[in-house]
């Protein structure tokens, strides 16, 4: 289980004796760790020092890096052009309509698309709600940036690598193979890029928004963007010199951004270890997520209710619920989580079996045998 960033459950392991652990305290080939630079966002913004989505200085440091003939990857964990297209006018919004989400913006095929069942549709000349022309884009993905940076270095060979672009048969690999050929000085990516990829020839990380990964309503963001951003930072000097790494971010003070920047991984563990006891999760109780799904709102309400009630009656744990998660409706199934947490002294095989007695008494409920129920145990 080798891991320049352990998750929080697996060293937690190590540290009670459950796992042995072996340390590795340099870089293979004693390479120097890259030096990281944060970039306030707010403060760039304010002084009129950004090229569209780019500061001063990571357009400063490509080109360093372009001169030198060294290679720079930029990540930006959102695929697309811009999650959002917004009418000025009645501030409508392009939804899905069969998910409880807005359609992506994809420039190069001039259309929206869901992100979560397929669904696409034409790019809209006028608002669908009050015929306005005025249609803008908001936030920012993986195209976007691949085309700001054909506008401001004309001259650089631009790649980018997300789920559309390597969709296609040996996508990834063509991709990867281009930019080890040094056919490609610059690639765009998402969370592909970050992991196990190695390029002698890369000098410079550029991370184009920390914030966006940070701010998750998930109780492992901080652990997640701690190894996100370190991973990605690893990717830069893997040979002789020393890398570099530039963060653009609005919150350059924020901890677990601070905790990259110092490549602190116990000061990271240690901080969310503590609000992990504090708020009852990982590794200090085992989680069960129950996800309901039916077509029917009411019905998916009514049933979920008596579930978690029934829950709630026999199990004397903490029983969570029923909640909708943020995005509440896919492929026009409403959803529906209940969220159970067993302590550690507590016996984890007895609490499955009654929760799977429950499940079969909810099954036996004639109305609510259509109701979906997926049992996700532990899902680290």
């Known amino acids: 289980m080798g891991s320049a960033t352990p998750s929080i459950e697996t060293y937690f392991n190590t540290q009670s004796g459950k796992y042995g652990l072996v340390e590795i305290s340099e870089r293979y080939g004693n390479v120097r760790m890259p030096e990281i630079k944060l970039v306030d966002l707010k403060d760039k913004y304010f002084r009129k ?44 919004i392009p939804q899905c309509p069969q998910c409880d989400v807005s359609l992506t913006y994809h420039k190069h095929k001039n259309q929206l698309r869901c992100h979560y069942c397929g669904y696409s549709m034409a790019k809209p000349t006028n608002c669908h709600s009050c015929s306005s022309v005025h249609l803008t884009t908001k936030g920012f993905g993986t195209e976007q940036i ?28 063509k991709i990867i193979d281009s930019f080890k050929n040094q056919e490609v000085e610059i690639l765009v990516g ?47 000097g893997r040979s002789g010199k020393q890398g570099k790494v530039i963060i653009q971010t609005y919150n350059p003070d924020h901890n677990t951004i601070q905790q990259v920047v110092q490549n602190d991984y116990l000061a990271m563990y240690n901080e969310q270890l503590y609000e992990r006891q504090i708020y009852k999760y990982p590794p200090y109780f085992k989680l069960i997520k129950l996800t309901l799904k039916h077509r029917d709102f009411d019905k998916l309400k009514e049933g979920s209710m008596w579930l978690y009630q029934m829950m709630q009656q026999y199990l004397e744990i903490p029983v969570l619920g029923p909640e909708e998660p943020p995005i509440s409706r896919i492929r026009n ?27 079969n008494s909810f099954e036996a409920v004639t109305q609510y045998r259509s109701i979906k129920v997926t049992v996700n145990v532990d899902f680290y």
Do not use: W
């Open 146 to 173: 691949q085309q700001e940076l054909v506008e401001l270095f004309p001259n650089a060979k631009v790649g980018r690598m997300d789920q559309d672009t390597t969709r296609g048969k040996f996508g990834f690999e």
């Open 333 to 359: 199934e409403y959803i529906r989580t209940i969220m159970i947490k067993i302590p550690q002294n507590q016996s984890l095989q007895g609490t499955k079996k009654t929760i799977q007695k429950m499940l």
């Open 190 to 236: 998402t969370q592909m890029l970050a992991k196990g990829l190695d390029f002698d020839n890369v000098s410079l990380v550029g991370i184009m928004n920390a914030d966006n990964m940070l701010y998750h309503p998930d109780f492992r963001a901080f652990e997640r963007s701690f190894q996100m951003m370190t991973q990605v930072s690893g990717r830069s």
């Open 49 to 92: 020092k950004m090229s569209g989505h780019f500061s001063d200085t990571l357009i400063e440091e490509i080109t360093t890096a372009l001169s030198l003939g060294e290679q720079v990857i930029l990540f930006q964990n959102r695929r697309g052009f811009s999650p959002v297209v917004e009418c000025m006018t009645c501030g409508h």
